[in-house]
């Protein structure tokens, strides 16, 4: 059986030795990281899945802004190794986006892999610019709200 819940303030060392497990302890060094030094994360979308109290997936997302509009940052997301391939991913994309809809949010940004994020919706996003030295064929952005990308281009900076 499995549990999801929001991450609490005592899941925190849990969750980031996972994401240090699945991307190496440098991933701090992206440049997503400096949108979100000094920011809270949106706790109602960041999820743990556990199967008999073992943490199995993660996700958080951060509140940023493009051209003064509210938008969800994503990620990371991630699968213990040894879960991967069982959709786990994929329930917490579905449930935190969903939440995400419910809560208001009109528009999802992510720096991922275009292929894999397709699947959920995602497209390559034009005009949008992460903090160097991001690929922009790697960011992607989903609408919650039909039309919430139109218009809003330029850099992506933290909330404020």
């Known amino acids: 059986m499995y549990q999801l819940e929001e991450e609490t303030d005592e899941d925190w060392w849990e969750v980031e030795a996972l994401y240090d ?8 060094a992206l440049s997503s990281y400096r949108l979100r030094d000094g920011v809270d994360p949106v706790r109602p979308l960041c999820l743990t899945l556990r ?33 991967q391939g069982e959709g786990l991913g994929g329930l917490l994309m579905h449930e935190s986006l969903a939440e995400a809809y419910r809560l208001g949010w009109e528009r999802v940004l992510l720096v991922g892999d275009a292929p894999y994020y397709a699947r959920f919706g ?6 949008v610019e992460m903090p160097p030295p991001t690929n922009p064929d790697r960011v992607l952005g989903l609408e919650l709200v039909p039309g919430a990308w139109e218009g809003v281009r330029g850099p992506v900076e933290k909330a404020g």
């Not at 996700?59 to 969800?72: C, D, K, N, S, T």
């Not at 995602?122 to 005009?127: I, R």
């Open 21 to 28: 497990l699945c991307f190496a302890p440098g991933r701090t």
């Open 51 to 83: 199967q008999d109290g073992i943490l199995a997936a993660v996700i958080r997302y951060w509140p940023v802004q493009v051209a003064g509009q509210r938008v969800l940052l994503l990620g990371p997301i991630a699968v213990h190794p040894t879960r």
């Open 122 to 127: 995602f497209e390559k996003l034009e005009g």
